[in-house]
């Protein structure tokens, strides 16, 4: 990795950015996924690189979400892989929620490749590598594992495609997502859309779990059906506009 001093007021970004890069060396995350970096970092500018209030009640819905689910599953992309690893596993150690690779760009090898990265930070099992399940997609982007994500009741997909949260959505499930864009067909198609970067979202998660695990059923499902989505996404882009009406000021 390069050489960033620990003081540079951008470290944190700097050195996500460097974990995808690595991702990529490491044959783990696509080219195209330096590409959905980027545009993540775009808006992760415009919300100041910190969790606002109602991402934080939409991680908080999610992490319910995943404790009331009958058969809930984590979904990892090359992207997630190469920046969280540590954190999917232990927030699938926390809640009991199994890891499913699931990947846009597939190849027998790169599911492979990050099964057994998440073994090396720690997971114990993963699914992703049986195949035996398609969503309705074209070929390759549509391949699921039978007892994980097209079983599933409830998925949390890190970084998802539109088309794929869409047709999630389509079979019934109940689909979570981490987005840094609230613009994108993701976002505007999940049930819940956390507007965060997946760096600072899974680490709040699996804060959240600790506490929340204890809770009883009732107060887990009041907490979800009280949220409203469309609130989020408009709080989100509200944020952004103040931010930039903040820069254009100054
Ligand atoms: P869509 O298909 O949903 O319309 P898209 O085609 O623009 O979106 P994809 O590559 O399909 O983008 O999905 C990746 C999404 O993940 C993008 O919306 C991007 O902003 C977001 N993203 C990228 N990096 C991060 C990150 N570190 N944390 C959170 N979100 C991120
Ligand atoms: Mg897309």
New binding site residues.
């Given amino acids: 990795m390069s050489d960033i001093p620990k003081d540079h007021p951008r470290y944190v970004s700097l050195m996500?950015r460097e974990k995808i890069v690595e991702g990529v060396e490491l044959g783990i995350t696509s080219q195209?996924g330096l590409v959905?970096?980027g545009?993540?970092?775009c808006?992760d500018y415009l919300t100041g690189e910190q969790t606002t209030d109602s991402a934080l009640i939409a991680e908080k819905v999610g992490v319910a979400m995943l404790l009331l689910a009958e058969r809930p599953v984590l979904s990892v992309n090359g992207?997630a892989a190469a920046?969280v690893p540590d954190s999917l596993v232990k927030l699938s150690e926390v809640t009991g929620v199994p890891l499913e690779v699931n990947l846009f760009h597939r190849s027998e090898e790169r599911v492979n490749r990050i099964i057994n990265h998440l073994k090396d930070h720690g997971a114990l099992e993963v699914l992703g590598s049986k195949a035996d399940a398609r969503l309705a997609l074209q070929h390759s982007r549509a391949i699921v594992d039978s007892e994980g994500i097209y079983n599933a009741d409830v998925v949390l997909v890190?970084?998802?495609?539109?088309?794929r949260?869409q047709a999630l959505v389509g079979m019934g499930k109940s689909v979570i997502t981490?987005?840094?864009?609230p613009l994108?067909?993701?976002?505007r198609t999940a049930n819940v859309t956390i507007v965060?970067?997946?760096?600072r979202a899974m680490d709040n998660m699996i804060d959240l779990s600790y506490g929340m695990k204890e809770l009883d059923e009732a107060e887990l499902r009041k907490l979800v059906e009280e949220y409203d989505n469309s609130r989020t996404l408009s709080d989100a882009v509200r944020q952004m506009i103040r931010k930039l009406e903040e820069l254009s000021d100054t």
């Fill in positions: 996500t195209q959905a970096q545009r993540g970092e808006f992207n920046l890190p970084l998802e495609d539109g088309d949260c981490i987005d840094l864009n994108s067909r993701t976002s965060d970067n997946v760096v």
